[in-house]
Each structure stands twice: as C-alpha cells, then as structure tokens.
C-alpha cells in the first residue's frame, strides 16, 4: 500500500500565503489519483474544499485553491484568516477505487 | 441538504463484533460510492471501505479485509459496517461519507483488551 506524506505542521502569518503539499510513495502524483483535500477543525468532522484536484464545493472560500505542484497535489491558501487554523488532510485514489491519506497537516495561523 | 447520520458504536471487547449504519437524506443515494473513513483518537484520517452505487464492488483498507464488511441498502438510503474480531488497534471514531461533499458526524468505537 503506498504512502502519502504530508507536512506536519505548518505555520503561515494572517493574511499570508502557504501551501500544503501530498505526495505519493509510489511516484508523482496525477489527475489520476483524483486528489481531495479536507479541512477538520477539533472535535469536528471533516469538511470537503477541494476534490479532483482543484475543484471546489460551493461552501469553499476563494482563498483556497487546488494543483498539482512538482510531482505532489498542492493546497495553497492565500490571504490566510484566523478561522483557517485547522487540520488538513490530503487522499489519493489507488488501484482498485482504494484511497489512502496523508498523515494531515497541522496549519496554525499566527 | 445532504446529510449523512451514522449510528451503532459502542464499547465492544477484544475479539467481539459490531454493525455499525448510516442514514443518508437529501441527495439520491443509490447514485453514489460510499465510504467509511476512521479516525483514531489524536490521530490522522484513514479511509477503511467503499461500495460501489449498485453493491457489486467493494474495497478495503487491508487492516481490515476478511473482518469488516461494507454493504448498502439503496431501498432504505443506509450504508452499513460489519466490523467482526475487533481488535483495540480498531478503536476510532467512524466516519460515513460521500467523499465529495457529505460527512457525517461519527460514530465512536472503542475496543477494550
């Protein structure tokens, strides 16, 4: 089963940009793995922003956007406010209709 | 609006078994793959099983193959868990979804050795 890294922890400043990356153990990352991104804050469930890479659901605030970066999926948020500070978490699809996750990313906005 | 409600956690034993259920509403359920995802406590998603729209295909994480099993009822809009010979390492909320835009709140398992 392949793995899918994250970073961490990642600390942006308001109003800053940062990107989250999710890579793949088994090569670089495609259209093909069809790439989600969830944004979880504690004691919640999971909140859909971005799927099939860089497609956002309607709830999605513009500040966030979806790509393929260098080989890895990419989260990039810019003009990052207060209510951004949460976990995110990246899933790939694999052989089979299996999807795997990252380990997610800590972001903290300070 | 699509909601998804899941039901049937508890505190089981080691080696014990439960059947967890989700109820969907407000989108046609029968035209989508489902998911259980679980998360352990302080820890990272994983994403367990999936079911196709129809039933005739299904996936697990391997952790699990040969003890939990995914399946659905499109008549009464549920998505169901068989989660046989847990183990502790199976302690976890559960997640039922429709990785696109629905999630439900969970559910809470908790497997004592």
């Known amino acids: 089963q392949a793995v899918v890294t994250q970073e961490p922890s990642l600390t942006v400043s308001p109003g800053g940009t940062v990107t989250l990356t999710c890579g793949s153990s088994?090569?670089?990352?495609?259209?093909?793995?069809?790439p989600y991104w969830f944004q979880q804050k504690p004691g919640q469930a999971p909140r859909t922003l971005i799927y099939?890479?860089?497609n956002k659901q309607s709830w999605t605030p513009a500040r966030f956007s979806g790509s393929l970066l260098g080989g890895k999926a990419a989260l990039t948020l810019s003009g990052a406010q207060p209510e951004d500070e949460a976990e995110y978490h990246c899933?790939?699809?694999?052989?089979?209709?299996?999807?795997?996750f990252g380990g997610g990313t800590k972001l903290t906005v300070l | 609006e699509a909601q998804l409600v899941e039901s049937g956690g508890g505190l089981v034993q080691s080696g014990g078994s439960l059947r967890l259920s989700c109820a969907a509403s407000?989108?046609?359920?029968?035209?989508?793959?489902m998911n259980w995802v679980r998360q352990a406590p302080g820890k990272g998603l994983e994403w367990v099983a999936n079911?196709?729209?129809?039933?005739?295909?299904?996936y697990y994480v391997d952790s699990v193959k040969g003890r939990f099993t995914i399946s659905r009822d499109n008549a009464k809009n549920s998505l169901y868990l068989q989660m046989n010979s847990l183990r502790a390492e199976d302690t976890a909320v559960y997640y039922c979804?429709?990785?696109?835009?629905?999630w439900g709140k969970g559910t809470t398992v908790i497997v004592s050795s």
């Open positions: 079911i196709k729209e129809d039933g005739s295909e299904r």
């Open positions: 407000g989108f046609t359920f029968s035209r989508y793959w």
């Open positions: 979804a429709l990785l696109r835009n629905v």
């Open positions: 899933l790939l699809s694999y052989t089979g209709a299996r999807w795997v």
């Open positions: 099939d890479t860089s």
């Open positions: 088994a090569g670089a990352v495609t259209s093909g793995h069809y």
